[in-house]
Antibody, heavy 119, light 110 residues
Framework: EVYLLESGGGLVQPGGSLRLSCVASGFTFSSLAMSWVRQAPGKGLEWVSSISGSSGSTYYADSVKGRFTISRDNSKSTVYLQMNSLRAEDTAVYFC????????????WGQGTMVTVSS | QSALTQPPSASGSPGQSVTISCTGTSSDVGGYNYVSWYQQHPGKAPKLMIY???KRPSGVPDRFSGSKSGNTASLTVSGLQAEDEADYYCSSYGGSDNVLFGGGTKLTVL
C-alpha cells in the first residue's frame, strides 16, 4: 500500500522551532521528489517547500525562505521540515506530498499534521 | 508570486455539468502545461484529479476533464453526483521550481 504519514505537529510559541517528519511506504522513495504543502484554518493550499529525489536540491516559497529547511533520509524513507522562527501565520495543517516524476503534480498526500503557533 | 484566481463558489444540479476556472499569468498557467486540479473533502487530504492540464490519474472518473486557453485553465465536472461536492484547487508550475495554488472553489451539488 502506498502512503505517507506525517508527525511532529503541535503547539509552539512564536519564535520557536518544530520539526515535522513524513514517512513514506509503498514506492521507491529515494528517486522521487517530495514536497510540503500547508493549509491555514479555513484557507486554501500553499506550497511550502520541495526536495528532489536524487540530488537533494531544495526549493522554498518566499514566505518561509531562510526559516524552514527541508531534508530527506532515503535510508529511512523519510522527509523532514525543520521550522524555525515560527510566526502566527505559520499556523496550518502541513501535508507531505509525493511528486509525479517530471509532472509538477502531487499524486499521493499524507493526512496532515497540525502546527499551531501561539503564546 | 500571487496565487492563481478561482471563483469562490460554483454549483450545479445532479446530472448537470459545471466548469471551474483558474486564471494566472503568462509566467505560470500560460507558460507551462503543468496545471493540476485537486479535490478536497472537509477534513481530508487533497486528491489529484487532473495533471498536465488534461490528464487523469488512474481511478479518476472520466466525468472530470481539464483544459487550458491562454492564461486560464478550466476543470469541467460532467454528470454531477452528490459525492462531487467538495473544494477544488488548481495548481500551476510557476517557474524557478515554484508551485502556485488557486484560492479554491467550493462546489455545491444542489
Amino acid at each position: 500500500e502506498v502512503y505517507l504519514l506525517e508527525s511532529g505537529g503541535g503547539l509552539v510559541q512564536p519564535g520557536g522551532s518544530l520539526r515535522l517528519s513524513c514517512v513514506a511506504s509503498g514506492f521507491t522513495f529515494s528517486s522521487l521528489a517530495m514536497s510540503w504543502v500547508r493549509q491555514a484554518p479555513g484557507k486554501g493550499l500553499e506550497w511550502v517547500s520541495s526536495i528532489s529525489g536524487s540530488s537533494g536540491s531544495t526549493y522554498y516559497a518566499d514566505s518561509v525562505k531562510g526559516r524552514f529547511t527541508i531534508s530527506r533520509d532515503n535510508s529511512k524513507s523519510t522527509v523532514y521540515l525543520q521550522m524555525n522562527s515560527l510566526r502566527a501565520e505559520d499556523t496550518a495543517v502541513y501535508f507531505c506530498a509525493k511528486h509525479i516524476p517530471h509532472k509538477k503534480a502531487f499524486d499521493i498526500w499524507g493526512q496532515g499534521t497540525m502546527v499551531t503557533v501561539s503564546s | 508570486q500571487s496565487a492563481l484566481t478561482q471563483p469562490p463558489s460554483a454549483s450545479g444540479s445532479p446530472g448537470q455539468s459545471v466548469t471551474i476556472s483558474c486564471t494566472g499569468t503568462s509566467s505560470d498557467v500560460g507558460g507551462y502545461n503543468y496545471v493540476s486540479w485537486y479535490q478536497q473533502h472537509p477534513g481530508k487530504a487533497p486528491k489529484l484529479m487532473i495533471y498536465e492540464v488534461s490528464k487523469r490519474p488512474s481511478g479518476v472518473p472520466d466525468r472530470f476533464s481539464g483544459s487550458k486557453s491562454g492564461n486560464t485553465a478550466s476543470l469541467t465536472v460532467s454528470g454531477l453526483q452528490a459525492e462531487d461536492e467538495a473544494d477544488y484547487y488548481c495548481s500551476s508550475y510557476g517557474g524557478s521550481d515554484n508551485v502556485l495554488f488557486g484560492g479554491g472553489t467550493k462546489l455545491t451539488v444542489l
